[in-house]
């Protein structure tokens, strides 16, 4: 006769179980993970383009003793260091006991997030109403960007050489700019029209009103578009022209604010991927040394392919890894380099999709994230076939799994591809560190209403990544 098997002691040795972080946690790191938030939240609002992002960060990084690679004459350990590309990408390094000889902890992540550019010749005058015409930037769905309160953030650079910084309709007291909509009575899905859809928005239509008042003179033919620029150079010294050297965006006017009676969850313009940007710099802050050097990246220009001298593309991370090795009293040379990649790793920290209850039919259930349910490791993204994509290997996935294991408040979820096979899908910036011979895993929070003007992000999972990226950059 065998043993009797205690069957319900096997299903928890031998099945996955899933659980929610706020069911493995106790009160006192709910309210570590509360507190997380309010930070991030003060982030977020500082934070909405991608030079405020990094703006913030030289502040966040200053505060903890990090200086600017210019002015630092050697590096030894646990030196600080960071570097700036074009104020819009963001390198920061902490030496390890062993330099870069060991290989390097790295975390990436971006601070661009989808938004509306204004048009290189923006400014038009309709039916004695002055626009901007804008070109949108990144993902998105169009109809969720009319009627609702825009603010504009920017630089103006003008023909003698003083840049304008612009950030309107932030403030209560400050005029915001709306794209306008078509009313339903014109626009019924079914009637005498026989139309079976509402109107779909289309690129050109995204124009921002922005004023009605007329210039007082009967001979200028665009009077309104007139009295704008007239305002405009008062103010800021902005002619038409200027607006060719110049980088303007519509983002939502939104804070970033607590959702749900139990204030559980965060509503905010930005949290992909401000989010992991966010957590990845405070566990970078917060980690201990070790032997490898650990390195901090805010990138640019995730959102639409990483193409540019600031994305992650960029050859600037090998100039910043030369500069670090050459301060570090080593030969400068691209090859030390190259074989520090070869041992390094990297999380590519980035937000991915939570399964929404309204649209269950888009995910494969069983291998999709939840809100809540912890840090969100996607083993590769890309589309069907797992084109435009890399994959983390078995091997260095079970290293960040015994990373992860060590702490029970680490709750982590694991991934593959966005949405079902084929259903469509989306990639980040994981493949660009991985071509560069890097081990890299994406890792990062589960999002709602990805690139829509507000996204919804759970304090758990934030307050996870911070952990989980602690983890990683000390363990
Ligand atoms: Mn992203
Ligand atoms: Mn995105």
């Not at 029209?193 to 928005?201: D, F, P, R, V, W």
């Not at 007139?226 to 980088?247: M, P």
């Not at 050459?326 to 937000?351: F, M, P, R, V, W």
């Amino acid at each position: 006769m065998s043993e009797k098997i205690d069957y319900q002691k096997l299903e928890k040795k031998l099945t996955l179980q899933k659980k929610s972080c706020w069911e493995v946690w106790d009160d006192k790191i709910k309210k570590q993970a509360f507190d997380f938030a309010e930070g991030y939240k003060n982030f977020l609002n500082k934070s909405k383009t991608e030079r405020e992002a990094i703006e913030t960060g030289i502040e966040l990084a200053q505060k903890n003793g990090f200086k600017n690679i210019t002015e630092v004459k050697s590096l030894s350990v646990g030196d600080k260091v960071y570097a700036i590309n074009r104020d819009k990408s963001l390198f920061l390094a902490r030496i390890g006991k062993q330099g870069l000889d060991n290989g390097m902890r790295i975390i990436m992540s971006h601070i661009d997030s989808p938004h509306l550019d204004f048009k290189v010749n923006p400014l038009f005058e309709d039916e004695n109403l002055a626009f901007a015409k804008t070109h949108y930037y990144g993902g998105i769905k169009k109809y969720q960007w009319p009627a609702i309160s825009l603010a504009l953030h920017g630089v103006v650079c003008l023909e003698n050489g003083k840049k304008i910084n612009i950030k309107i309709g932030e403030k209560d007291d400050e005029p915001i700019f709306m794209i306008t909509d078509l009313l339903p009575h014109l626009d019924r899905p079914v009637g005498h029209s026989g139309k079976s859809e509402y109107h779909e928005i289309k690129g050109e239509e995204l124009n921002l009103l922005l004023g009605s008042l007329p210039v007082n003179d009967s001979k200028i033919k665009e009077k309104v578009k007139l009295a704008i620029l007239e305002y405009l150079y008062n103010k800021y010294g902005i002619k038409e022209e200027d607006f060719a050297s110049a980088e303007i965006q519509a983002v939502p006017c939104e804070k970033a604010r607590d959702l749900g009676f139990d204030r559980s969850l965060i509503s905010a313009y930005g949290h992909d991927d401000k989010v992991c940007a966010y957590s990845s710099l405070m566990s970078f802050f917060d980690a201990e040394i070790i032997d490898q050097t650990q390195v901090c990246i805010l990138i640019d220009r995730e959102e639409i392919g990483s193409d540019g001298n600031t994305s992650a593309q960029s050859v600037f991370l090998e100039s910043f890894m030369l500069d670090v090795l050459k301060l570090n009293q080593k030969n400068c040379d691209i090859n030390e380099i190259y074989h520090s990649y070869g041992i390094s790793q990297a999380i590519s920290a980035d937000t991915t999709v939570a399964v929404d209850p309204d649209y269950k039919d888009v995910h494969d259930l069983r291998n999709a994230c939840r809100m809540g349910f912890g840090l969100a490791i996607e083993k590769y993204t890309g589309h069907g076939g797992k084109y435009s994509t890399s994959e983390a290997s078995a091997e260095f996935l079970q290293k960040l799994r015994m990373i992860f294991k060590k702490d029970k408040n680490i709750v982590c979820q694991f991934s593959g591809g966005i949405g079902k096979v084929d259903q469509g899908g989306g990639g980040t910036i994981a493949k660009y560190l991985a071509n560069r011979n890097i081990d890299v895993v994406d890792a990062g929070v589960a999002l709602f209403n990805i690139h829509a003007p507000l996204e919804i992000a759970s304090k758990a999972d934030i307050y996870c990544a911070y952990l989980g990226y602690k983890a990683f950059y000390q363990e």
